[in-house]
Each structure stands twice: as C-alpha cells, then as structure tokens.
C-alpha cells in the first residue's frame, strides 16, 4: 500500500484511532503486513463464510479484526479494505 492510500485510510478512521497510540501502531504494522505477504502467520488470515462468503479476515492484534477483499485494481492484485473493528463489531 502506497503513502498516500494509508493517509487517505488514517484520515477516513482518524477518530477510531484516537483513542490510543498503541491502538494505530498496532494497525500500521498490520497494514505493513498485509502489503507484504497477506498470508503471513501472525495475521492468522482466513476466509469467511455465510453473509460474508468472499471476504477475508485477519487479525490486527488482541482483539482487533480487518475485513478485506483481494480485487483487481489497474491489472494488479490489491486489498480492500472493508472494516476494521473488534470480533464482535466486524462479524
């Protein structure tokens, strides 16, 4: 993910991420991750079902969940991020 695509993302959730520091670091690193290697272990990524057929989930710390789709986006794969918030709030 490019600087300017985290900015726009920073400034859309400017106010989930308030809250705490550790809170945006926490989501930073996973962002960062994502980028890398979607399927990294730590992100413990997985597929939903049901409603959600079609989206994936991963992990962004204790009890903090992104929602994404993989989409195509000028011929190359990318990420969507959907949502972010915690398992109970996302599911």
Same mark, same amino acid.
């Given at each position: 993910?490019?600087? =300017?695509? +985290? ?7 400017? $106010?989930?991420?308030?809250?705490t520091?550790?809170?945006?670091? $926490?989501?930073? =690193? ?26 994936? $989930?991963? =992990? ?13 986006? =000028?011929?190359?794969? +990318?990420i ?5 918030g915690?398992?109970?709030?996302v599911?």
């Amino acid at each position: 993910m490019n600087s =300017s695509a +985290a900015t726009l993302l920073f400034g859309l959730h400017a $106010a989930f991420f308030k809250s705490t520091r550790k809170l945006r670091a $926490a989501f930073e =690193s996973t962002l960062q991750m994502l980028h890398d290697d979607a399927f990294d272990a730590r992100l413990k990524t997985h597929k939903l079902k049901g409603d959600l057929v079609g989206v994936w $989930a991963c =992990s962004a710390g204790y009890d903090l969940r992104i929602l994404f789709e993989f989409v195509t986006h =000028s011929n190359a794969e +990318a990420i969507l991020l959907l949502t972010i918030g915690t398992h109970d709030e996302v599911y």
